[in-house]
Protein backbone atom coordinates (compact mmCIF):
# COMPACT_ATOMS: atom_id res chain seq x y z
CA UNK A 1 0.00 0.00 0.00
CA UNK A 2 1.33 3.14 -0.98
CA UNK A 3 2.17 6.11 2.20
CA UNK A 4 -0.63 8.34 0.77
CA UNK A 5 -3.05 5.47 1.20
CA UNK A 6 -1.75 4.51 4.60
CA UNK A 7 -1.76 8.09 6.06
CA UNK A 8 -5.59 7.75 4.39
CA UNK A 9 -6.62 5.13 6.16
CA UNK A 10 -4.77 5.80 9.48
CA UNK A 11 -7.29 8.82 9.50
CA UNK A 12 -10.19 7.27 8.46
CA UNK A 13 -9.91 4.24 11.28
CA UNK A 14 -8.80 6.52 13.89
CA UNK A 15 -11.55 8.73 12.95
CA UNK A 16 -13.91 5.13 12.99
CA UNK A 17 -12.64 4.22 16.33
CA UNK A 18 -13.67 7.57 17.61
CA UNK A 19 -17.02 8.37 16.10
CA UNK A 20 -17.81 4.21 17.19
CA UNK A 21 -16.77 5.56 20.77
CA UNK A 22 -18.49 8.91 20.85
CA UNK A 23 -21.81 6.92 19.51
CA UNK A 24 -21.41 4.28 22.20
CA UNK A 25 -21.27 6.75 24.97
CA UNK A 26 -24.08 8.95 23.23
CA UNK A 27 -26.53 5.80 22.70
CA UNK A 28 -25.75 4.98 26.14
CA UNK A 29 -26.45 7.77 28.10
CA UNK A 30 -29.73 8.84 25.40
CA UNK A 31 -30.95 5.32 25.75
CA UNK A 32 -30.72 5.39 29.63
CA UNK A 33 -32.04 9.09 30.08
CA UNK A 34 -35.18 7.68 27.98
CA UNK A 35 -35.50 4.74 29.92
CA UNK A 36 -35.61 6.73 33.18
CA UNK A 37 -38.18 9.11 31.60
CA UNK A 38 -40.43 6.21 30.42
CA UNK A 39 -40.25 4.83 34.02
CA UNK A 40 -40.60 8.05 35.72
CA UNK A 41 -44.26 8.42 32.96
CA UNK A 42 -44.89 5.27 34.15
CA UNK A 43 -44.49 5.72 37.42
CA UNK A 44 -46.93 8.67 37.23
CA UNK A 45 -49.16 6.70 35.10
CA UNK A 46 -49.23 4.06 38.15
CA UNK A 47 -50.08 7.00 40.85
CA UNK A 48 -53.01 8.03 38.83
CA UNK A 49 -54.25 4.24 38.42
CA UNK A 50 -53.99 3.97 41.95
CA UNK A 51 -55.47 6.83 42.84
CA UNK A 52 -58.51 5.72 40.88
CA UNK A 53 -58.28 2.31 42.55
CA UNK A 54 -58.84 4.30 45.70
CA UNK A 55 -61.51 6.53 44.98
CA UNK A 56 -63.52 3.85 43.80
CA UNK A 57 -62.94 1.93 46.71
CA UNK A 58 -63.76 5.14 49.08
CA UNK A 59 -67.31 5.42 46.59
CA UNK A 60 -67.93 1.50 47.22
CA UNK A 61 -67.86 2.20 50.72
CA UNK A 62 -70.06 5.53 50.52
CA UNK A 63 -72.44 3.80 48.56
CA UNK A 64 -72.41 0.79 51.00
CA UNK A 65 -73.04 3.19 53.98
CA UNK A 66 -75.41 4.73 51.84
CA UNK A 67 -77.58 1.50 51.06
CA UNK A 68 -77.21 -0.02 54.92
CA UNK A 69 -79.20 3.24 55.70
CA UNK A 70 -82.11 2.57 53.26
CA UNK A 71 -82.21 -1.47 53.71
CA UNK A 72 -81.58 -1.44 57.53
CA UNK A 73 -85.17 -0.43 59.09
CA UNK A 74 -87.00 -2.47 57.14
CA UNK A 75 -87.22 -6.40 57.01
CA UNK A 76 -86.97 -7.51 52.96
CA UNK A 77 -88.57 -10.39 52.23
CA UNK A 78 -88.23 -12.77 48.53
CA UNK A 79 -91.07 -10.79 47.36
CA UNK A 80 -90.99 -8.65 44.38
CA UNK A 81 -91.76 -5.71 45.70
CA UNK A 82 -88.62 -5.72 47.80
CA UNK A 83 -86.20 -7.47 45.51
CA UNK A 84 -87.36 -4.28 43.01
CA UNK A 85 -86.46 -2.12 45.95
CA UNK A 86 -83.02 -3.63 46.05
CA UNK A 87 -82.68 -3.30 42.29
CA UNK A 88 -83.45 0.46 42.21
CA UNK A 89 -81.03 0.78 44.79
CA UNK A 90 -77.98 -1.21 42.59
CA UNK A 91 -79.41 1.10 40.12
CA UNK A 92 -79.46 4.39 41.98
CA UNK A 93 -75.54 3.50 43.16
CA UNK A 94 -73.87 1.73 40.33
CA UNK A 95 -73.19 -1.35 42.70
CA UNK A 96 -72.98 -4.84 40.68
CA UNK A 97 -74.28 -6.61 43.42
CA UNK A 98 -75.36 -6.06 46.95
CA UNK A 99 -76.65 -9.38 49.37
CA UNK A 100 -78.36 -8.68 52.93
CA UNK A 101 -77.72 -11.56 55.53
CA UNK A 102 -79.81 -12.39 59.04
CA UNK A 103 -77.60 -13.76 60.61
CA UNK A 104 -76.01 -16.79 58.77
CA UNK A 105 -78.91 -16.80 56.47
CA UNK A 106 -78.82 -14.72 53.20
CA UNK A 107 -81.84 -12.73 53.48
CA UNK A 108 -82.24 -11.11 49.74
CA UNK A 109 -79.94 -10.22 47.14
CA UNK A 110 -79.41 -8.22 44.00
CA UNK A 111 -77.17 -8.34 40.85
CA UNK A 112 -76.87 -6.69 37.52
CA UNK A 113 -76.41 -8.58 34.40
CA UNK A 114 -72.69 -9.78 33.08
CA UNK A 115 -70.51 -8.82 35.95
CA UNK A 116 -72.53 -8.95 39.26
CA UNK A 117 -73.44 -11.90 37.86
CA UNK A 118 -72.56 -15.47 39.24
CA UNK A 119 -72.20 -18.11 41.20
CA UNK A 120 -68.74 -17.22 42.47
CA UNK A 121 -69.21 -13.92 43.33
CA UNK A 122 -71.56 -15.09 45.81
CA UNK A 123 -70.37 -14.06 49.41
CA UNK A 124 -70.06 -17.21 51.92
CA UNK A 125 -71.58 -16.62 55.16
CA UNK A 126 -69.82 -16.60 57.51
CA UNK A 127 -66.33 -16.04 55.86
CA UNK A 128 -63.63 -18.48 57.07
CA UNK A 129 -61.06 -15.60 57.56
CA UNK A 130 -61.12 -15.56 61.22
CA UNK A 131 -59.79 -11.38 60.99
CA UNK A 132 -63.08 -11.09 59.08
CA UNK A 133 -65.18 -13.14 60.81
CA UNK A 134 -64.18 -11.41 64.26
CA UNK A 135 -64.76 -7.64 62.61
CA UNK A 136 -68.23 -8.50 61.10
CA UNK A 137 -69.23 -10.29 64.86
CA UNK A 138 -68.30 -7.69 66.29
CA UNK A 139 -70.33 -5.25 64.59
CA UNK A 140 -67.49 -3.60 62.17
CA UNK A 141 -67.52 -2.59 58.85
CA UNK A 142 -64.96 -5.30 57.03
CA UNK A 143 -63.28 -5.08 53.32
CA UNK A 144 -61.76 -8.28 52.02
CA UNK A 145 -61.06 -10.06 48.75
CA UNK A 146 -63.11 -13.43 47.98
CA UNK A 147 -62.11 -15.37 45.14
CA UNK A 148 -64.69 -18.18 43.73
CA UNK A 149 -64.07 -21.45 42.61
CA UNK A 150 -63.93 -20.32 38.81
CA UNK A 151 -60.72 -18.60 39.51
CA UNK A 152 -63.19 -14.89 39.52
CA UNK A 153 -62.20 -12.17 42.23
CA UNK A 154 -64.57 -9.71 43.69
CA UNK A 155 -63.94 -6.92 46.84
CA UNK A 156 -66.65 -7.46 49.53
CA UNK A 157 -67.49 -4.35 51.41
CA UNK A 158 -69.69 -5.38 54.44
CA UNK A 159 -71.43 -3.19 56.72
CA UNK A 160 -73.68 -4.50 59.96
CA UNK A 161 -77.46 -2.72 59.98
CA UNK A 162 -78.04 -0.55 62.69
CA UNK A 163 -81.77 -0.90 63.21
CA UNK A 164 -82.10 -4.69 63.73
CA UNK A 165 -84.60 -6.09 66.56
CA UNK A 166 -82.92 -7.31 69.66
CA UNK A 167 -80.87 -10.34 69.24
CA UNK A 168 -80.80 -9.82 65.06
CA UNK A 169 -77.63 -9.20 63.75
CA UNK A 170 -78.07 -7.89 59.93
CA UNK A 171 -75.22 -7.53 57.35
CA UNK A 172 -75.44 -6.15 53.83
CA UNK A 173 -72.21 -7.14 51.68
CA UNK A 174 -71.37 -5.01 48.30
CA UNK A 175 -69.40 -7.20 46.18
CA UNK A 176 -67.02 -5.27 42.99
CA UNK A 177 -65.70 -7.68 40.74
CA UNK A 178 -62.16 -7.28 40.33
CA UNK A 179 -62.17 -7.55 36.83
CA UNK A 180 -60.60 -6.13 33.66
CA UNK A 181 -63.92 -3.73 33.41
CA UNK A 182 -62.75 -2.32 36.78
CA UNK A 183 -58.58 -2.53 35.12
CA UNK A 184 -60.58 -0.71 32.20
CA UNK A 185 -61.63 2.63 33.90
CA UNK A 186 -58.18 3.11 35.92
CA UNK A 187 -55.51 1.93 33.17
CA UNK A 188 -54.28 4.59 31.25
CA UNK A 189 -54.55 4.15 27.43
CA UNK A 190 -51.24 2.16 25.68
CA UNK A 191 -50.71 0.97 28.97
CA UNK A 192 -51.51 -3.05 30.22
CA UNK A 193 -52.54 -3.55 33.90
CA UNK A 194 -53.09 -6.42 36.31
CA UNK A 195 -54.67 -6.71 39.96
CA UNK A 196 -52.47 -8.68 42.49
CA UNK A 197 -53.06 -9.62 45.88
CA UNK A 198 -50.57 -11.57 47.98
CA UNK A 199 -47.94 -11.82 44.59
CA UNK A 200 -51.49 -13.53 43.15
CA UNK A 201 -52.52 -11.78 39.73
CA UNK A 202 -56.77 -11.60 40.41
CA UNK A 203 -57.72 -9.75 37.02
CA UNK A 204 -55.58 -7.96 33.84
CA UNK A 205 -56.36 -5.45 31.06
CA UNK A 206 -56.60 -6.66 28.43
CA UNK A 207 -58.37 -9.73 28.95
CA UNK A 208 -55.66 -12.31 28.10
CA UNK A 209 -57.10 -13.79 24.90
CA UNK A 210 -57.94 -17.86 25.21
CA UNK A 211 -56.25 -17.86 28.56
CA UNK A 212 -58.72 -18.19 31.27
CA UNK A 213 -56.05 -17.77 34.25
CA UNK A 214 -55.27 -14.10 33.91
CA UNK A 215 -50.76 -13.40 33.25
CA UNK A 216 -49.65 -9.87 32.74
CA UNK A 217 -46.42 -11.45 31.70
CA UNK A 218 -48.43 -13.27 28.85
CA UNK A 219 -49.43 -9.74 27.07
CA UNK A 220 -46.27 -8.73 26.58
CA UNK A 221 -46.30 -9.97 22.78
CA UNK A 222 -49.40 -7.92 22.87
CA UNK A 223 -47.84 -4.30 23.53
CA UNK A 224 -47.81 -1.64 21.33
CA UNK A 225 -44.84 -2.02 19.39
CA UNK A 226 -42.43 0.77 18.05
CA UNK A 227 -38.73 0.49 15.89
CA UNK A 228 -36.52 -1.39 17.50
CA UNK A 229 -38.93 -1.59 20.77
CA UNK A 230 -38.44 -5.50 20.61
CA UNK A 231 -34.80 -4.92 21.73
CA UNK A 232 -35.99 -3.75 25.12
CA UNK A 233 -37.92 -5.22 27.97
CA UNK A 234 -41.66 -4.00 28.54
CA UNK A 235 -41.31 -1.08 31.57
CA UNK A 236 -42.91 -2.85 34.81
CA UNK A 237 -44.12 -0.67 37.93
CA UNK A 238 -45.69 -2.00 40.97
CA UNK A 239 -47.47 0.06 43.22
CA UNK A 240 -49.24 -1.27 46.96
CA UNK A 241 -53.07 0.49 46.79
CA UNK A 242 -55.56 -1.05 49.25
CA UNK A 243 -54.74 -2.25 52.78
CA UNK A 244 -57.22 -4.76 53.47
CA UNK A 245 -58.98 -5.99 56.94
CA UNK A 246 -57.99 -9.63 56.26
CA UNK A 247 -54.54 -8.34 56.09
CA UNK A 248 -53.68 -8.45 52.35
CA UNK A 249 -52.83 -5.63 50.34
CA UNK A 250 -53.95 -5.02 46.89
CA UNK A 251 -51.39 -3.48 44.52
CA UNK A 252 -51.84 -2.24 41.23
CA UNK A 253 -48.86 -3.59 38.44
CA UNK A 254 -48.58 -1.60 34.84
CA UNK A 255 -46.87 -2.83 32.00
CA UNK A 256 -45.92 -0.50 29.28
CA UNK A 257 -44.03 -0.91 25.85
CA UNK A 258 -40.51 0.66 26.13
CA UNK A 259 -41.58 2.41 22.11
CA UNK A 260 -39.44 5.75 23.21
CA UNK A 261 -36.68 3.59 23.54
CA UNK A 262 -36.83 2.12 20.08
CA UNK A 263 -37.47 5.38 18.69
CA UNK A 264 -34.60 7.30 20.94
CA UNK A 265 -32.35 4.25 19.13
CA UNK A 266 -33.19 4.92 15.60
CA UNK A 267 -33.19 8.89 15.99
CA UNK A 268 -29.37 8.20 17.82
CA UNK A 269 -28.34 5.64 15.07
CA UNK A 270 -29.48 8.62 12.76
CA UNK A 271 -27.04 10.70 14.03
CA UNK A 272 -24.62 8.68 14.82
CA UNK A 273 -24.81 7.75 10.99
CA UNK A 274 -24.55 11.46 9.92
CA UNK A 275 -21.91 11.95 12.48
CA UNK A 276 -19.99 9.32 10.94
CA UNK A 277 -20.36 10.01 7.51
CA UNK A 278 -19.01 13.55 7.91
CA UNK A 279 -16.19 12.34 10.39
CA UNK A 280 -14.95 10.15 7.53
CA UNK A 281 -15.54 12.84 4.97
CA UNK A 282 -13.43 15.27 7.04
CA UNK A 283 -10.80 12.06 7.94
CA UNK A 284 -10.55 11.79 3.84
CA UNK A 285 -10.29 15.07 3.28
CA UNK A 286 -7.56 15.99 6.19
CA UNK A 287 -5.74 12.79 5.75
CA UNK A 288 -5.31 13.63 2.14
CA UNK A 289 -4.38 17.00 2.54
CA UNK A 290 -1.69 15.97 5.40
CA UNK A 291 -0.77 13.32 2.90
CA UNK A 292 -0.23 16.19 0.16
CA UNK A 293 1.54 18.14 2.62
CA UNK A 294 3.85 15.40 4.04
CA UNK A 295 4.85 13.31 0.26
CA UNK A 296 4.65 16.87 -1.69
CA UNK A 297 8.83 17.11 -0.36
CA UNK A 298 9.21 13.09 -0.22
CA UNK A 299 7.91 12.90 -4.11
CA UNK A 300 10.49 16.22 -4.93
CA UNK A 301 13.16 14.50 -3.03
CA UNK A 302 12.79 11.26 -4.99
CA UNK A 303 12.36 12.77 -8.34
CA UNK A 304 15.55 14.76 -7.67
CA UNK A 305 17.19 11.61 -7.03
CA UNK A 306 16.21 10.00 -9.87
CA UNK A 307 17.17 13.14 -12.10
CA UNK A 308 20.45 13.21 -10.14
CA UNK A 309 20.97 9.29 -11.08
CA UNK A 310 20.34 10.60 -14.85
CA UNK A 311 22.87 12.62 -15.04
CA UNK A 312 20.55 16.26 -13.92
CA UNK A 313 23.46 17.91 -12.21
CA UNK A 314 21.55 20.76 -11.79
CA UNK A 315 18.68 19.87 -10.11
CA UNK A 316 18.23 21.90 -6.42
CA UNK A 317 14.75 21.54 -4.86
CA UNK A 318 12.49 24.49 -2.91
CA UNK A 319 13.19 25.00 0.42
CA UNK A 320 10.41 26.53 2.15
CA UNK A 321 10.01 24.29 5.58
CA UNK A 322 11.62 24.09 8.68
CA UNK A 323 10.93 21.01 9.96
CA UNK A 324 12.32 17.25 9.74
CA UNK A 325 11.07 16.84 5.90
CA UNK A 326 13.00 20.60 4.97
CA UNK A 327 16.32 19.65 7.09
CA UNK A 328 16.28 16.78 4.59
CA UNK A 329 15.39 18.81 1.67
CA UNK A 330 18.36 21.15 3.01
CA UNK A 331 20.43 18.19 2.92
CA UNK A 332 19.68 16.54 -0.75
CA UNK A 333 20.70 20.08 -2.07
CA UNK A 334 23.95 19.90 -0.29
CA UNK A 335 24.86 16.70 -1.46
CA UNK A 336 23.55 17.50 -5.18
CA UNK A 337 25.60 21.10 -4.51
CA UNK A 338 28.51 19.02 -3.36
CA UNK A 339 28.21 16.73 -6.66
CA UNK A 340 27.64 19.58 -8.70
CA UNK A 341 31.29 21.27 -7.60
CA UNK A 342 33.19 18.06 -8.16
CA UNK A 343 31.79 17.40 -11.39
CA UNK A 344 32.54 21.59 -12.19
CA UNK A 345 36.00 20.61 -10.47
CA UNK A 346 36.85 18.11 -13.10
CA UNK A 347 35.57 20.13 -15.74
CA UNK A 348 37.61 22.83 -15.00
CA UNK A 349 40.89 20.63 -14.46
CA UNK A 350 39.82 18.88 -18.44
CA UNK A 351 39.94 22.86 -18.92
CA UNK A 352 42.96 23.66 -17.93
CA UNK A 353 44.80 20.79 -19.39
CA UNK A 354 43.55 22.17 -22.35
CA UNK A 355 44.00 25.48 -21.73
CA UNK A 356 47.67 24.41 -20.90
CA UNK A 357 48.02 22.71 -24.60
CA UNK A 358 47.29 26.17 -26.32
CA UNK A 359 46.47 29.43 -26.14
CA UNK A 360 44.40 29.39 -28.81
CA UNK A 361 42.61 26.61 -27.65
CA UNK A 362 41.40 28.92 -24.48
CA UNK A 363 40.26 31.89 -26.26
CA UNK A 364 38.52 29.75 -28.77
CA UNK A 365 36.87 27.14 -25.56
CA UNK A 366 35.65 30.88 -24.14
CA UNK A 367 34.26 32.17 -27.71
CA UNK A 368 32.01 28.77 -28.32
CA UNK A 369 30.74 28.97 -24.93
CA UNK A 370 29.55 32.37 -24.60
CA UNK A 371 28.18 32.00 -28.73
CA UNK A 372 26.74 28.53 -27.54
CA UNK A 373 25.02 30.50 -24.23
CA UNK A 374 23.86 33.49 -26.67
CA UNK A 375 21.95 31.29 -28.93
CA UNK A 376 20.25 29.43 -26.28
CA UNK A 377 19.08 33.38 -24.92
CA UNK A 378 18.14 34.19 -28.09
CA UNK A 379 15.79 30.96 -29.01
CA UNK A 380 14.35 31.14 -25.43
CA UNK A 381 13.32 34.94 -26.22
CA UNK A 382 11.52 34.05 -29.37
CA UNK A 383 9.33 31.42 -28.09
CA UNK A 384 10.74 28.85 -30.04
CA UNK A 385 12.14 26.05 -27.91
CA UNK A 386 12.59 26.45 -23.73
CA UNK A 387 15.59 25.00 -21.90
CA UNK A 388 15.91 23.77 -18.74
CA UNK A 389 18.67 24.53 -16.49
CA UNK A 390 20.31 20.88 -16.56
CA UNK A 391 20.02 21.30 -20.28
CA UNK A 392 21.47 24.73 -20.11
CA UNK A 393 24.94 23.21 -17.97
CA UNK A 394 24.89 20.16 -20.19
CA UNK A 395 25.56 22.73 -23.64
CA UNK A 396 27.80 24.79 -21.33
CA UNK A 397 29.93 21.40 -20.21
CA UNK A 398 30.16 20.52 -23.96
CA UNK A 399 30.88 24.09 -25.56
CA UNK A 400 33.99 23.74 -22.58
CA UNK A 401 35.53 20.76 -23.10
CA UNK A 402 34.27 19.94 -26.75
CA UNK A 403 38.48 20.12 -27.87
CA UNK A 404 39.50 18.32 -24.45
CA UNK A 405 40.34 15.49 -27.22
CA UNK A 406 43.27 17.73 -28.30
CA UNK A 407 45.03 16.51 -25.34
CA UNK A 408 45.45 13.54 -26.90
CA UNK A 409 47.71 15.36 -29.84
CA UNK A 410 51.09 16.50 -29.83
CA UNK A 411 51.80 20.29 -29.76
CA UNK A 412 53.46 20.19 -32.76
CA UNK A 413 50.63 19.63 -34.87
CA UNK A 414 48.10 22.29 -32.36
CA UNK A 415 50.66 25.13 -33.01
CA UNK A 416 51.74 24.16 -36.04
CA UNK A 417 51.62 27.74 -38.13
CA UNK A 418 51.53 26.05 -41.36
CA UNK A 419 48.70 23.85 -43.04
CA UNK A 420 48.67 20.57 -42.31
CA UNK A 421 49.20 17.54 -44.21
CA UNK A 422 46.66 13.81 -44.59
CA UNK A 423 48.08 12.63 -41.87
CA UNK A 424 48.39 15.20 -39.44
CA UNK A 425 44.54 16.31 -40.53
CA UNK A 426 43.52 12.90 -39.53
CA UNK A 427 44.78 12.99 -36.31
CA UNK A 428 43.64 16.08 -35.83
CA UNK A 429 40.10 14.84 -36.81
CA UNK A 430 40.37 11.73 -33.94
CA UNK A 431 39.92 14.63 -30.97
CA UNK A 432 36.07 14.72 -31.11
CA UNK A 433 36.08 10.86 -30.76
CA UNK A 434 38.38 10.95 -27.79
CA UNK A 435 36.89 14.06 -26.14
CA UNK A 436 33.78 12.69 -26.47
CA UNK A 437 35.20 8.95 -24.52
CA UNK A 438 37.20 11.51 -21.88
CA UNK A 439 33.50 13.02 -21.22
CA UNK A 440 32.14 10.01 -20.85
CA UNK A 441 34.30 8.08 -18.77
CA UNK A 442 33.28 10.97 -16.21
CA UNK A 443 29.64 9.89 -15.63
CA UNK A 444 26.69 11.60 -15.84
CA UNK A 445 27.20 13.54 -18.49
CA UNK A 446 26.80 11.26 -21.58
CA UNK A 447 24.26 13.82 -23.04
CA UNK A 448 27.40 16.33 -23.36
CA UNK A 449 29.83 13.33 -24.51
CA UNK A 450 26.91 13.42 -27.58
CA UNK A 451 27.26 16.58 -28.32
CA UNK A 452 30.80 16.86 -28.17
CA UNK A 453 31.22 13.67 -30.47
CA UNK A 454 29.10 15.40 -33.44
CA UNK A 455 31.91 18.12 -33.38
CA UNK A 456 33.05 18.82 -36.92
CA UNK A 457 30.50 17.11 -38.57
CA UNK A 458 28.65 18.67 -41.60
CA UNK A 459 25.13 19.91 -41.21
CA UNK A 460 23.55 17.27 -43.36
CA UNK A 461 25.78 14.50 -41.27
Known sequence: MKLRWQ????????????????????????????RVLEQQSLDASLATASHLLSQKVTELEADRDAMAAFVAPTSLTPDVEQLGRLHDLLALYRVERVE???????????????????SSLETPWFP???????????????????????GRASLKLAAPLRFAAPGEHRWLVVSEPLDGTLLGEIVPAQTFGALEVGGQTLAVWPDTPGSPQPDLASLAAYLPRGTFSFLFKPLLAVRPTLQLDDGT??????????????????????AWFV????????????????ANRLLAPLSALLDGTAAMARGHLMVRLPQGRNDE??????EFNRMADEIRNTYLASISTLAEVVEAKSRYTREHVERVEALVLATVDV???RGW?????????????????????KIAIGNEILNKSGPLDAAERQQILTHPEVGALIVERMGKLERAAEIIRCAHEHFDG
Open 385 to 405: VRFSSHQRFLLSVAAILHDVG
Open 275 to 290: VLAGGMLLAFTLGNSL
Open 249 to 270: VVSVELMASPVRSGESLLVGLQ
Open 325 to 330: LGALTR
Open 7 to 34: LVVSHLVSTLTVALLIGAVHLFLLLRST
Open 100 to 118: VFDGLRKEAEAYRWERGIG
Open 379 to 381: LEH
Open 128 to 150: HNPNIAAKIAAGRNATWVHRGTD
